[in-house]
């Protein structure tokens, strides 16, 4: 199956491109998220692909990053989550974003996504804040940042997801020092709190 394409971008439009492989035309299916970040046409572009074989079709997903790829398979193992539901939650959300929505389970976040209603909304809290947690956790490991001792492995554990979203280790670390009583919670609880801190605006 093709996993990755690199070529020359010949067409591009919202949702879906053209790239040109050594004279064979591959189109690809993309995100907003992925299509904002593409070059200008004539210019090389290389993408992470998801395959998806049907009877009548062969149809590429692509993805400007492979954790973008990654939250893309794990919504389309959501009963009732297509690839087109999939895309349509990547084009309105980042990577951060969702990866915090879910776990955070804020489901109101995830039902202001057009085409998703709080049925949804609610059903991918569930299903997925766990393998997020442990998405942003095997990110943080498989970048090599190394996270300092803390108060515990918990700590470290919710250190490193959260250098792997984005957040600088000055900031976290800060915002673990703000949660009271943080010894006694599970690693789960202390990413939660902690993430809570750091939202904008949560007083």
Known sequence: ???RLSGLLCHKEPEQLIIDVQGVGYRVFVPLSSF????????????????????????LYGFSSLLQ?????????????????ALNILSHLSCDELQQALL????????????IGKKTAERLVLELHEKVQKLSAAAAAASGRSAA????RSDTDVLSALLSLGYKEKEARAAL?????????????LLRAALQELT????
């Not at 939250?71 to 297509?82: C, H, V």
């Not at 955070?104 to 085409?115: A, F, K, N, Y």
């Not at 001792?149 to 515990?152: F, I, L, Q, R, V």
């Open 177 to 189: 020092g703000r949660i009271e009583g943080a010894a006694g919670l599970s690693t789960e609880a």
């Open 36 to 59: 904002y970040e593409l070059p200008d046409t004539g210019q090389p572009v290389q993408l992470h692909i998801h395959t998806l074989v049907r009877e009548d079709a062969l149809l």
């Open 104 to 115: 955070l389970q804020d489901s109101v976040r995830l039902s202001l996504v057009p085409g």
């Open 69 to 85: 790829k990654q939250l893309f398979l794990l919504l389309l193992g959501i009963s009732g989550i297509g690839p087109k539901v």
């Open 149 to 152: 001792t803390t108060a515990g």
């Open 1 to 3: 199956m093709i996993a």
């Open 200 to 203: 904008p605006g949560r007083n």
